[in-house]
T-cell receptor
Framework: NAGVTQTPKFQVLKTGQSMTLQCAQD?????MSWYRQDPGMGLRLIHY???????DQGEVPNGYNVSRSTTEDFPLRLLSAAPSQTSVYFC???????????FGSGTRLTVV | TQLLEQSPQFLSIQEGENLTVYCNSS?????LQWYRQEPGEGPVLLVT?????EVKKLKRLTFQFGDARKDSSLHITAAQPGDTGLYLC??????????????FGKGTLLTVNP
């Protein structure tokens, strides 16, 4: 079992560029989320999904898009990268409410 | 305003000492989760507590959910260097809201010195 797989692990973007952070899970979990982790700010929810075809916004959704076409995949798209989006991004999945999330190992993104 | 306040923010102790980390809120949560994160890795779930007053033990770690489901604590007995890491609490279902959305505290960075 691979769990939650995030790619790439590291990425440097120029301001204005777009990119997609990939997230895949092989545990047949319905719930998936994207978080960003910044020093002094903790983990903040960007977008989440409760199943294929269903997504919703979290605490800090601006500048990011998501889609959930399959149960396994939940990509995060940066439309036009800004230095404020420099952060570590985590994808997580869960099989149900109240049972906890499994996190990927993160993508460290730098926007210059 | 931080919905979940964790204290202390930093903690450095010697091997063998006991410690308690607190997670407090003015809101009621349907469940609270505790995670441990090591450098360069994602958080790893330690425990989920769902019932007010619930106590769960995981070897030398004891987790408690407050009676009013607004706060939680993590107690480590006889800490070891392997316990070093960032401890995060996370609440779900804040004030009757969505159970799918987790709100995290800022974390407690624990260092256990040999």
């Amino acid at each position: 079992n691979a769990g939650v797989t995030q790619t790439p692990k590291f990425q440097v973007l120029k301001t204005g560029q777009s990119m997609t952070l990939q997230c895949a899970q092989d545990m047949n979990h319905e719930y998936m989320s994207w978080y960003r982790q910044d020093p002094g700010m903790g983990l903040r929810l960007i977008h989440y999904s409760v199943g294929a075809g269903i997504t919703d916004q979290g605490e800090v959704p601006n500048g990011y898009n998501v889609s959930r076409s399959t149960t396994e995949d939940f990509p995060l798209r940066l439309l036009s990268a800004a230095p404020s989006q420099t952060s570590v991004y985590f994808c997580a999945s869960s099989k149900g409410t109240g049972v906890g999330y499994t996190f990927g190992s993160g993508t460290r993104l730098t926007v210059v | 305003t931080q919905l979940l306040e964790q204290s202390p923010q930093f903690l450095s102790i010697q091997e063998g000492e006991n410690l308690t980390v607190y997670c407090n809120s003015s809101s009621v949560f349907s469940s609270l989760q505790w995670y441990r994160q090591e450098p360069g890795e994602g958080p790893v779930l330690l425990v989920t507590v769902v019932t007010g007053g619930e106590v769960k033990k995981l070897k030398r770690l004891t987790f408690q959910f407050g009676d009013a489901r607004k706060d939680s604590s993590l107690h480590i007995t006889a800490a070891q260097p392997g316990d070093t890491g960032l401890y995060l609490c996370a609440g779900a279902g804040e004030s009757g809201g969505s159970n799918y959305k987790l709100t995290f505290g800022k974390g407690t960075l624990l260092t256990v010195n040999p």
